[in-house]
């Protein structure tokens, strides 16, 4: 037998590379999830391992944190398909070393072919059904011109970005037991709003560890990969998408994916007790019902209180509930309606809003609804990222429900939206979070549906100090509010705060929903002072990552999912 020789240098070379390979490729059939990471020079909290890995990977490849933003998103996209997508939409906060901050806005608008009253019936009922499930449900996707917005601030090729979810979506990943039992209890909804079967259904059950392979989405994501922006609003991603519409009687046309335009925005920023909070504006509710809550909180001086007591919860309750009846009656698309935002957030409004709050006694919506304003001149996903430079990115991006409507384009392997449901159907009528809402928020050709993804980056000294967001509908804003009052104001731990239990107050309906794990004589004083409360499993999935003193980083994963946190 012939021997072959290797020299010493290509053993050492091979060796480097199969570091560099296991270091750079996570597994995906086998992988792990660390909920809390502490490290030095960059970090990704996400809804998933391997989506947190690709984005950590290419900041170790050189990237920035947009760079780190983009393959993570990219890669939800494959391995977390019950929100994470490229048939959705969100937004995306950047704070960039050089004290720049960006906000893009990705989020769906309403087809060309959309009207204020298309889920009414003759009677002018609600049909929520049609806002919530199958191909009528679905606004024209954003994530893809987002995406290309922010490779404004990227430094490596797009095609490296795109490359883990090629590879995951064509070589397959293991699924958790979550995503098993997900799709799982999904089935007979994926059978019933396609026109084709979805790789999603199998003939017998979904369990953990299956692998999940895409071919379809391997392909859609080559296209994008090869061909950009155009490669999915126009050409064959696009004709599949109109194909699919016109099968399910939908009304997405190639003229509203070719005119869809993300956009940039200037953020939201307020100062909040020496440091500054970069939040989302419009058309997100958000950053405006989030500055309005921080602020009322500073006027009654929340930092003497603590967590989870009954003036605090109390506190925030009543806050919440005049921040939602604000919501529910002025916010809408700022292109489409005007919005009086400097009044909103002006200390005068926020005070008088104030007035009427009585420490240890109910208020009730019926009689505390909007403030009046002077005549003026289930399912989304957030991850966080920061670079060894200082940049940051807060992003949260959605199909709205899980697997939102629901639909598979055909051919082209990905769920669409059903993001019209964020409109308001009709005046009054809940969506399937309980949100109302008015003019402001109906349906009008183009126009984008009220959101309330709250991604949000604070700084200190004008350098990322906590980058926070979540998913969870109209719980994302008390959500994040909560979890910045639980570091800022509380000087909890960043595991703490997002892990312990949170509440939520919209003030329609009149009642708090708290988490089954709140202190129950906490709850019992709430009931005393006259307050309804509704018990729930899980409010969000909050992911932090925090800058300490020392310059360390730490991230976390919410420990309600299967969130993990990657650093180096
Ligand atoms: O934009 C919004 O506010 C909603 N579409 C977000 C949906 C969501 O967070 C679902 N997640 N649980």
Known sequence: MKKIMIPAFLILAMSFVQFTFSQEKPNPYKYEIHKKVVCKNGAVASANALASEAGVNSLKQGGNAVDAAIATQLALAVVFPQAGNIGGGGFMIIHLKNGKNIAIDFREVAPGEASRDMYLDLNGNAQTHLSQDGHLAAGVPGSVAGIFAAMKYAKLPFKKLIKPAIDFAEKGFAISALEASLNNQTKNQFIKFNTTVPIFVKNDLWKEGDTLIQKDLANSLKRIRDYGEKGFYEGETAQLIVDEMKRGKGIITNNDLTNYKAIIRQPLVF???????????????????????????????????????????????????????????????????????????????????????????????????????????????????????????????????????????????????????????????????????????????????????????????????????TPGGTTIPTSVYQTLVDLIDFHMSPEDAVDKPKFHHQWLPDVIIVEQSFDKNVLEALKKMGYAITMTKGIGRTEVIMVRHDGSIIGVGDKRGDDSVAGY
């Open 271 to 469: 100062d909040y007790e020496g440091s500054k909070v970069v939040t989302m504006p419009l058309s997100s509710s958000g950053g405006i019902i989030l500055e309005q809550m921080m602020k009322m909180s500073s006027f009654e001086n929340i930092d003497k209180m603590q967590f989870e007591t009954p003036q605090s919860a109390q506190l925030m309750t009543e806050i919440e509930r005049r921040a939602f009846a604000d919501r529910a009656k002025y916010l809408g698309d700022p292109d489409f309606v005007k919005v009086p935002v400097a009044t909103l957030v002006s200390d005068s409004y926020l005070k008088e809003r104030l007035k009427d709050y009585e420490p240890g006694k109910a208020g009730n919506s019926k009689d505390i609804k909007e403030g009046v304003i002077p005549e003026e001149s289930k399912e989304t996903t957030h991850f966080d990222v920061i670079d060894k430079d200082g940049n940051a990115v807060s992003e949260t991006t959605t199909l709205n429900g899980w697997f939102g409507c629901k639909t598979v384009v055909a051919g082209a392997g990905f769920l669409l939206n059903n993001e019209m449901d964020d409109f308001s159907v009709k005046p009054g009528v809940p969506n399937m979070f309980g949100a109302v809402g008015a003019d402001a928020n109906a349906i009008a050709p183009h126009k984008r549906m009220l959101s309330s993804m709250t991604p949000t980056i604070v700084l200190k000294n004008n350098k990322p100090w906590i980058i926070v967001g």
